[in-house]
C-alpha cells in the first residue's frame, strides 16, 4: 500500500515537471522575441507567428490527442509528445531561418498537445476523489512557475548566451520528463481498436486554424474584407461538416454525448469565457506600462510578477479546498475575485501608482489560485473516467479557444488608439516611445479592455449557477455513464 501511496506522487511529479517545461517554453520564447527577429533578419508578423503557430496547433492538436490516449493508451501518447517536444525543441534552436523556426514551433506545439492532453486524464485515473482536487492544484503551480521563470531565465539567458538558449535550456528538463515517465508510469488498458477518425480531425483542425487565423488578422486586414469573410465562410463549413462528421461515425473523434451532461457542458462555457476574462491581462499590461508609462521591458516584467506569485500558494489550497468543500463554491468565490481585480485595472491613469497595477493583480492571481483547480475537478468529475482523455482534450481546446479570443479583443482594443503594427512592437519591447497624446489613448483603451474583460467574468458566473442545482458536489467523483 505504502509503496503504492509513493508511486502516485512520483507520477505526479513526472507530469507537473513536462507540464513546467511546456509553459515555461511559451512564456521565455515572448523575451527572446526581438533577437530572434534581429538575428533570423525576419519581419515583425514572422516573428509574432512563432508565437501563435505554439498555441494554434497545441489547440489543434488536444482533442485527437485525448481521443487517442483513450485508444492507445495514455502512457504512450504522453511520451510520444513529449520526446516530439523535446526533439522539436532542439530544432528551433539550431534553426538556421526564419521559416525553419516557424515549422519546428508548430511541431513543437503538437508534441506539448500530446503530452498535456493525456496528462490530466492520468491524474484523474491516479488519484481518488478526495485527493484529486489537491493533486490538480499542485499540478497547476508548474504553470505559475513557468509564468515566474520563464520571463526572468530569458531575460538572462538572451542577454549573455543568446536568443537560441531560450530553446535549449529547456531541453534538460525534457528528458528529465522523458526518463521519467518511463520509469514510473503504467501503460493503461486501450480501448478495442478502431478507426482513427482522420476527417473528423482534418475538419476540426481546418474549421479552428481558419478561426484563429481570421481572429488574428482581422485587425490588421479589416473584419470585412474578403480575406476575412472567406476565413469566416470556411471556418463555419469545417465546423458544420466537423459536426456531422461526429454524429454519423460511430467511433467519433469527439463524443458529442458528452455534451449531454449539463454540468459537463456548462464547464465548458464557464471555462471559454473564463479565459478570454484572464488570458490578456499581461498582453494590456504590458502595453500599458511599456507604452504608457515608458518603462522598460524588464520594468514590465517585474510588475506582473503579483500575477502569478500568489497562486504557488493558492493553488494547491484552492485544490484542497474544493476536495473539502466542493469546486463550486471555490469557482464561484474565484470568478467574483478576479472580476473585481480587472475591475480595479480598468482605472489606470498616465500617472505611476506601483500599487494600482500590484494590488489587483495579487488579487486575480490569489482567485485564479483557487477557481482553477477547482474548475478543472469540476468539469472533468462530469464527465465518465473512461471518457476523461476526450473529455480532457475538449476542455483544453475551450481553454485555448478562449486564450486566442481574448488576444483578439485585446489587439481591436489596442488597434483603436494605436495602430496593429505599433501596438505589436511595443507588445515585444521593440516600439518607440509614445508621446503624451498617444500615451493617454492608450490608457483608454487599455482601461475600456479590462472592462469588457469583467463583462466575460460575468458570463462565466452565468454559466456556473447550474452547478449549485445539486445538493453537494464536494464528493462526487464522476458523473453517470453515457445512456
Known amino acids: 500500500m505504502q509503496s503504492r501511496h509513493t508511486r502516485k506522487w512520483w507520477i505526479l511529479s513526472v507530469v507537473t515537471l513536462v507540464a513546467f517545461v511546456t509553459n515555461l517554453d511559451g512564456t521565455i520564447v515572448v523575451v527572446g522575441l526581438p533577437r530572434m527577429i534581429e538575428g533570423l533578419h525576419v519581419s515583425m508578423t514572422t516573428?509574432?507567428?512563432?508565437?501563435?503557430?505554439?498555441?494554434?496547433?497545441?489547440?489543434?492538436?488536444?482533442?485527437?490527442?485525448?481521443?487517442?490516449?483513450?485508444?492507445?493508451?495514455?502512457?504512450?501518447?504522453?511520451?510520444?509528445?513529449?520526446?516530439?517536444?523535446?526533439?522539436?525543441?532542439?530544432l528551433c534552436g539550431i534553426a538556421p531561418t526564419g521559416s525553419f523556426l516557424l515549422a519546428f514551433r508548430f511541431v513543437?506545439?503538437?508534441?506539448?498537445?500530446?503530452?498535456?492532453?493525456?496528462?490530466?486524464?492520468?491524474?484523474?485515473?491516479?488519484?481518488?476523489?478526495?485527493?484529486?482536487?489537491?493533486?490538480?492544484?499542485?499540478?497547476?503551480?508548474?504553470?505559475?512557475?513557468?509564468?515566474?521563470?520563464?520571463?526572468?531565465?530569458?531575460?538572462?539567458?538572451?542577454?549573455?548566451?543568446?536568443?537560441?538558449?531560450?530553446?535549449?535550456?529547456?531541453?534538460?528538463?525534457?528528458?528529465?520528463?522523458?526518463?521519467?515517465?518511463?520509469?514510473?508510469?503504467?501503460?493503461?488498458?486501450?480501448?478495442?481498436?478502431?478507426?482513427?477518425?482522420?476527417?473528423?480531425?482534418?475538419?476540426?483542425?481546418?474549421?479552428?486554424?481558419?478561426?484563429?487565423?481570421?481572429?488574428?488578422?482581422?485587425?490588421?486586414?479589416?473584419?470585412?474584407?474578403?480575406?476575412?469573410?472567406?476565413?469566416?465562410?470556411?471556418?463555419?463549413?469545417?465546423?458544420?461538416?466537423?459536426?456531422?462528421?461526429?454524429?454519423?461515425?460511430?467511433?467519433?473523434?469527439?463524443?458529442?454525448?458528452?455534451?449531454?451532461?449539463?454540468?459537463?457542458?456548462?464547464?465548458?462555457?464557464?471555462?471559454?469565457?473564463?479565459?478570454?476574462?484572464?488570458?490578456?491581462?499581461?498582453?494590456?499590461?504590458?502595453?500599458?506600462?511599456?507604452?504608457?508609462?515608458?518603462?522598460?521591458?524588464?520594468?514590465?516584467?517585474?510588475?506582473?510578477?503579483?500575477?502569478?506569485?500568489p497562486q504557488l500558494v493558492m493553488g494547491p489550497l484552492g485544490g484542497a479546498w474544493a476536495d473539502r468543500y466542493g469546486p463550486s463554491r471555490l469557482i464561484a468565490l474565484g470568478i467574483i475575485g478576479m472580476a473585481g481585480g480587472t475591475f480595479w485595472l480598468g482605472h489606470l491613469s498616465t500617472a505611476y501608482r506601483v500599487w494600482t497595477i500590484v494590488l489587483p493583480l495579487l488579487l486575480i492571481s490569489a482567485s485564479n489560485g483557487l477557481a482553477w483547480p477547482s474548475l478543472t475537478k469540476a468539469v472533468m468529475s462530469a464527465a465518465p473516467r473512461d471518457k476523461s482523455g476526450s473529455a480532457s482534450g475538449m476542455f483544453f481546446s475551450f481553454r485555448n479557444v478562449g486564450m486566442a479570443l481574448s488576444l483578439t479583443v485585446a489587439l481591436v482594443v489596442a488597434a483603436a488608439s494605436l495602430p496593429p503594427a505599433l501596438a505589436s512592437q511595443i507588445y515585444v519591447g521593440t516600439g518607440h516611445v509614445l508621446n503624451s497624446r498617444l500615451a493617454a489613448s492608450l490608457v483608454h483603451a487599455t482601461n475600456t479592455g479590462f472592462q469588457v474583460f469583467v463583462g466575460f467574468y460575468a458570463l462565466a458566473f452565468v454559466a456556473l449557477l447550474p452547478f449549485f442545482r445539486r445538493r453537494s458536489d464536494a464528493v462526487r467523483p464522476s458523473a453517470p455513464p453515457l445512456p
Open 108 to 309: 513543437q506545439g503538437m508534441g506539448a498537445a500530446l503530452a498535456l492532453a493525456t496528462a490530466t486524464p492520468i491524474i484523474v485515473s491516479t488519484f481518488p476523489p478526495q485527493q484529486l482536487g489537491r493533486a490538480l492544484g499542485i499540478n497547476s503551480t508548474s504553470w505559475v512557475m513557468g509564468s515566474i521563470v520563464g520571463p526572468v531565465a530569458g531575460g538572462l539567458l538572451v542577454g549573455t548566451l543568446g536568443w537560441r538558449w531560450v530553446f535549449f535550456v529547456a531541453i534538460p528538463f525534457a528528458l528529465i520528463g522523458v526518463v521519467g515517465s518511463m520509469i514510473v508510469l503504467k501503460d493503461t488498458a486501450s480501448t478495442p481498436s478502431v478507426p482513427t477518425d482522420w476527417v473528423g480531425a482534418l475538419t476540426f483542425g481546418l474549421g479552428l486554424l481558419s478561426l484563429l487565423l481570421a481572429l488574428s488578422f482581422g485587425p490588421k486586414w479589416g473584419w470585412f474584407s474578403t480575406r476575412e469573410v472567406g476565413l469566416g465562410l470556411l471556418t463555419t463549413l469545417a465546423f458544420i461538416a466537423f459536426i456531422e462528421i461526429e454524429r454519423r461515425l460511430p467511433h467519433p473523434l469527439f463524443n458529442l454525448g458528452l455534451l449531454a451532461h449539463p454540468h459537463y457542458r456548462s464547464g465548458l462555457l464557464i471555462t471559454l469565457s473564463y479565459s478570454i476574462g484572464f488570458f490578456a491581462t499581461t498582453f494590456l499590461l504590458t502595453l500599458y506600462v511599456q507604452g504608457a508609462l515608458h518603462r522598460s521591458p524588464v520594468e514590465a516584467g517585474l510588475l506582473l510578477v503579483p500575477l502569478s506569485a
Open 47 to 90: 516573428g509574432l507567428w512563432t508565437l501563435t503557430s505554439y498555441i494554434i496547433t497545441s489547440t489543434v492538436f488536444l482533442l485527437p490527442a485525448g481521443r487517442w490516449s483513450d485508444l492507445i493508451g495514455r502512457k504512450k501518447i504522453f511520451l510520444s509528445g513529449l520526446l516530439i517536444f523535446t526533439g522539436s525543441t532542439f
